[in-house]
């Protein structure tokens, strides 16, 4: 098995362009997460899913968008990078039911100029 | 909403002495679950050891106990016999009830492991 995997893996994009990080994983795990990394304040979550075609927003939300068309994946749209979005984006799966350990990713690291 | 503190942003160790990485969390639930991550310099997070709101033993992983003390809301990590290894950030994170998917981390705790 791969685990989690997440592409790319440094990314630097310009103030206002759009782009989507990829996360797969090849576990079957119902559950999936997007937490971002910022210096100083652990990780904070972004958007989850507990299923294909369901979820819903975490504690910052704003400016990314999520869908989850399968159950392997679970892509982070950026809409219009901002500075405020420059950190390090991981992506979590664990399974649905009962308590589980999250696997996360290697993590995308993420510059906005 | 829940609140991880972790008031230790550094501890040093000497190599081969335990050491207690500090967490209180704020929940006003019944059943939660608390989890520690350790993140290397290479900076991928590795799960350590996990605390169920109802579980009446201390969870133990190898070299790694949870202090868990409900009254107090604390969560603490103690790893024996420090290894260089060891040598990380550490987070404690909760989620609320089933919602596993859904964690709240601290701030982290920088470990430093001395020979």
């Known amino acids: 098995n791969a685990g989690v995997t997440q592409t790319p893996k440094f990314q630097v994009l310009k103030t206002g362009q759009s782009m989507t990080l990829q996360c797969a994983q090849d576990?079957?795990?119902?559950?999936m997460s997007w937490y971002r990394q910022d210096p100083g304040m652990g990780l904070r979550l972004i958007h989850y899913?507990?299923?294909?075609?369901?979820?819903d927003q975490g504690e910052v939300p704003n400016g990314y968008n999520v869908s989850r068309s399968t159950t392997e994946d679970f892509p982070l749209r950026l809409l219009s990078a901002a500075p405020s979005q420059t950190s390090v984006y991981f992506c979590?799966?664990?399974?649905?039911?009962?308590?589980?350990?999250?696997?996360f990713g290697p993590g995308t690291r993420l510059t906005v100029t | 909403a829940q609140k991880i503190t972790q008031t230790q942003p550094g501890m040093f160790v000497q190599e081969k002495e335990a050491v207690t990485l500090d967490c209180t969390y704020d929940?006003?639930?019944?059943?939660?679950?608390l989890f520690w991550y350790k993140q290397p310099s290479s900076g991928e997070m590795i799960f350590l050891i996990y605390?169920?709101?109802?579980?009446?033993q201390n969870a133990t992983e190898g070299r790694y106990s949870l202090n868990f003390q409900k009254a107090r809301k604390s969560a603490n990590l103690v790893i024996s016999a420090s290894q260089l290894g060891d040598s990380a950030m550490y987070f404690c994170?909760?989620?609320?009830?089933?919602?596993?998917?859904?964690?709240?981390f601290g701030q982290g705790t920088i470990l430093t492991v001395h020979p």
């Open positions: 979590a799966s664990s399974y649905g039911q009962g308590w589980s350990e999250q696997y």
């Open positions: 576990m079957n795990h119902e559950y």
């Open positions: 899913s507990v299923g294909a075609g369901i979820t």
């Open positions: 929940t006003s639930d019944q059943s939660y679950g």
């Open positions: 605390q169920g709101s109802y579980d009446e």
């Open positions: 994170a909760s989620t609320r009830g089933t919602s596993y998917g859904k964690l709240t």
